[in-house]
């Protein structure tokens, strides 16, 4: 049975592989999996904790995370579509429809 240094390794090693894609991707859909990656490292850690202390709360709030998170998906995804509709892109570089 793995313990709890295992599962922090794990983590953070997903946590820097989605910093690493948010910070280096250019493809919106590309940046939205990399933060998806983060918020996953984020319930490891809550996972491990919870089973540590033998807490069950750790674990309700995780699966509330993962309820969250889908939300954030559908929203992120919607909102490039709308983008690609308008500009044809989704290269994060050239979406500046915020500036005047």
Not at 12 to 21: E, S, T
Request: hydrophobic residues 65%; without cysteine; aromatic residues 8%.
């Amino acid at each position: 049975m793995p313990g709890l240094h295992s599962y922090l390794v794990v983590a953070a090693l997903v946590f820097a592989i989605g910093l690493f894609g948010v910070l280096t991707r250019r493809n919106a859909v590309g940046i939205l999996l990399g933060i998806e990656l983060m918020l996953n490292a984020v319930n490891i850690n809550l996972v491990a904790f919870a089973r540590l202390h033998g807490d069950p709360i750790g674990l309700l709030f995780a699966l509330f995370t993962i309820a969250i998170t889908v939300a954030e998906v559908a929203v992120g995804l919607a909102i490039v579509i709308v983008i690609f509709r308008v500009r044809r892109t989704i290269d994060a570089d050239r979406l500046d429809l915020l500036r005047g």
